[in-house]
């Protein structure tokens, strides 16, 4: 059985009513209201306020404020007059049944008439959106052929620029060989000439001629005198060395000391403060367990305590680090869960078939974060990269697709 709600307070204008519904502690949603012309409904289960309104009303226009435990309604009146009393009094109960269920018919018709209209809407806007997709096909596809036809003529001109060139090449090359063989008959005309000038010489004129030039050419072709010889003295210096070698590099000596110094500095402050834990609490997997149990009960904060201490007792164990990403993840420390999974990623080498899971979980992780931090390009690459190694992961291809879709700005509903 329903709890009635009786208190409420009302005031009215000759153009509106004001209602005041108090409901403190009660969580009331938009979803609880119900109002057409002549019937309001607050359902709040196991209450119920419901009135019959002594006049119609614009529930149009009317509104409804919840806020302070109160709901207060804005009623428009259809006519302008002053209400004797708020809901319809001396009304039978077949008359109220009667209003309740004209109230609902109209409500459902309403809705049915809001969703055709909604329908209408949408199918109107798929229809503009493919009239502008294919607009937009068009006209890429006309700037396509008019590139492709300015291509063609720059190409066919090119090619009769070519042709024009080889022509013109091929001319100039006959205009050569006709002086070249122009110039070869001269040059056998003179040769004729001087063999019969040659043979109108005297032969003892000849004869000495050819002497003469014999004896130029013995001339040329003696050698010259040979080198005399002699004695070249060489001497050495000796080197000497100021410092040994090992005197050279005291420096890098003296630099790596000093980085042990700070490294043992380093581990006696640590051991001075893990002194006071118990035998169990200096073992790296207990903590881990400890760590993963906190994170199953929703400590998170807890478990990247564990996680730390851990860490400064082996940081050589990757699952530290993608387990305390985890945790940062859920923190919103999205840096530091870039960071702890790029870690584990590192000390993950070389990829090996045992480590593949774990490898999967880095970069899911790392790229979750990314994410959040709106870095969607850098998030894609590590899901990517998961699908490779994982290629058959519905939810991590489902995932990447729908960062693929905020890249290009197409979101889909999720």
Known sequence: MPVWLREYSWRQSPSAVYLSLPVRGLRVTPDSIFCTEQYLKVSIPPFLFEAILYAPIDDTNSTAKIGNGNIFFTLYKKEAAMWDSLTLENATKEKLQC???????????????????????????KKYALEATMKLEEAERKRIEDLKEKERQKVTKELELWKKQQQD???????????????????????KKEKIDKARIPSEVTSKTRLKTARENLKEEQLPAPRSAATIKINFTSRVFPTALRESRVAEEEEWLRKQAEARRTISADLSELEDLKEEEKNPDWLKDKGNKMFATGDYLGAVNA?????????????????????????RNLHKAIEDS???LELLRPPVPDNENARVKAYVRRGTAFCQLELY??????????????PNNKIIEEDAEKIRHLIQGTTQDS
């Open 342 to 344: 790029s870690k584990a």
């Open 169 to 191: 090449a091929e001319k100039q090359r006959r205009a050569q060989k006709e002086v070249e063989l122009h110039q070869q008959v001269e040059q056998l005309k003179e040769k």
């Open 307 to 331: 996680y730390n201490l851990a860490v400064r007792l082996n940081n050589k164990l990757p699952l530290l680090y993608l387990n305390r990403a985890a945790c940062h993840l859920k923190l």
């Open 377 to 390: 390009i850098e998030g894609l690459q590590d899901y990517e990269a998961a699908l490779k190694i994982d």
């Open 99 to 125: 209003l309740r269920e004209n109230a609902v018919l109209k409500a459902h018709e309403r809705a049915k008439e809001e969703t055709e209209a909604k329908k209408v809407t949408k199918q109107e806007h």
